[in-house]
């Protein structure tokens, strides 16, 4: 492996962290963990009369989507049809394997959402006994941190879940899990669709966990679908199109954070967009911008239009520009629309992601794929889109890069 040299020092760029990868969970992972009375109650895999691997939970039937573990199959195999464990590259849920495939790809670190639980743990605030659920979450963010991201210190940024039906509870569980070294924490792009206050509730919802956020110094990490929702145009366009436009979600959680005052209040909140990828970023800034310039006196005033309740933003202080630049993050798969826009985005704020095992990832060719798009950028900058800006977003230092021995 090379090194390459800027003019600020020496920059290793043939390794990337990637701020979005998966878990497909390992079937033992509650069986392991929760009391041994409550096994027949956890999240558990069994087989269906097909043979089917199926989570089985709180009644529900789970089975894994071929698209979320695509790694190792080419893009003619791909398939949404359930698939099974034995079917799956073991690095789909085995850290170790995973780490194999990591080096493989050029990948020094991963954060990885979960699945089973859905992206910010939606499952246990759907659960009909929530006291168990949150056994259950404990559970699945012990397992993280000891066992996944424990299982190879330095390769994995650990991401934990919370209680979105009692912040309180959930601020109790950031500080447990930030004492054992977590660093960020999945949350929805839009609770509304789950039936939870927005992060504009009057009666401030969310309070307990933006100040624990804040004063922890813990990210705020949204993957696109953390809503339980789907973009869709109209009610028979064609799924194609729908994935395409899904960006629109990520251009919404953005937005909503701009005009919210969370951003204002708490100085330490950082909000990481995951898998929404960033060359529309651009445009809704400069919208932003065009909207705070023309809106901005009526609604000061407490004017009244359709459903519009006021602000409780100050936007005498509000600069989009600054505002953005220090508090929301976006990460890119293969966007070369949005590097080419870097400059009004502003370097600091981009971070790599690689999407492994699911379908839109370029596992294995991911560290050649980003640097294709980069090499005409600075050392510097390379290393900050591929490493740096992770690093510092996540408080995170990674192991040394593995020395690699071709077979």
Not at 53 to 74: E, I, Q
Not at 119 to 127: D, I, M, P, R, V
Not at 254 to 267: A, D, I, K
Not at 361 to 375: A, E, G, H, L, Q
Request: aromatic share 10%; hydrophobic share 35%.
């Amino acid at each position: 492996m090379s090194t390459t040299n800027g003019s600020n020092g020496n920059y290793n760029l043939d390794w990337l962290v990637s701020v979005d990868d998966h878990i497909l969970e390992p079937p033992n992972l509650w069986l392991d963990r929760v009391p041994k009375k409550d096994q027949d109650r956890a999240p558990r895999l069994v087989k269906d009369d097909n043979g089917t691997d199926v989570w089985l939970y709180d009644g529900k039937r789970m089975p894994s989507s071929g698209l979320s573990a695509v790694a190792g199959k080419t893009k003619e195999e791909f398939s949404p049809e359930p698939l099974n464990y034995d079917e799956m590259r073991p690095g789909c849920y085995d850290p170790l394997a995973r780490v194999e495939d990591m080096n493989r790809a050029g990948i020094l670190a991963s954060l990885s959402f979960p699945t089973v639980t859905r992206f910010c743990g939606q499952l246990f605030y759907e659960a009909s006994d929530r006291d168990f659920g949150f056994t259950c979450l404990q559970a699945y963010n012990d397992w993280h941190l000891e066992e996944w991201a424990g299982a190879a210190p330095g390769r994995f940024i650990p991401l934990i879940l919370i209680p979105l039906w009692d912040p309180k509870l959930a601020a109790k569980e950031m500080e447990r899990c930030a004492a054992k070294g977590a660093t960020t924490f999945a949350f929805s792009e839009n609770p509304e669709p789950l039936g939870l206050p927005t992060i504009h509730d009057k009666d401030g919802y969310w309070d307990p966990v933006m100040a624990a956020a804040n004063d922890l110094q813990m990210v705020v990490s949204m993957h696109v679908g953390s809503s339980s929702t789907v973009p869709q145009i109209s009610k028979d366009a064609p799924f194609m199109a729908n994935l395409a436009w899904g960006a629109t979600r990520t251009s919404g959680a953005m937005l909503t954070w701009l005009f919210s005052n969370y951003l204002q209040r708490y100085p330490n909140l950082k909000i990481s967009l995951s898998e929404g990828e960033i060359g529309w970023m651009p445009y809704f800034l400069e919208r932003a911008e065009q909207v705070l310039d023309k809106q901005r006196y009526w609604v000061q005033r407490g004017a009244k239009w359709g459903n519009h309740a006021g602000t409780d933003v100050d936007l005498d202080k509000l600069d989009i520009r600054e505002t953005f630049r220090n508090h929301i993050f976006g990460c890119f798969i293969d966007d070369v629309h949005g590097l080419a826009s870097i400059d009004e985005i502003g370097e600091d704020n981009i971070m790599c992601e690689t999407d492994y095992p699911h379908s839109d990832s370029t596992w294995p060719d991911c560290i050649t794929v980003v640097k294709n798009r980069i090499s005409h950028f600075s050392p510097e900058l390379q290393f900050k889109l591929l490493r740096g800006n992770a690093q510092n977003l996540y408080r995170f230092t990674p192991a040394e890069p593995p020395v690699l021995t071709n077979a």
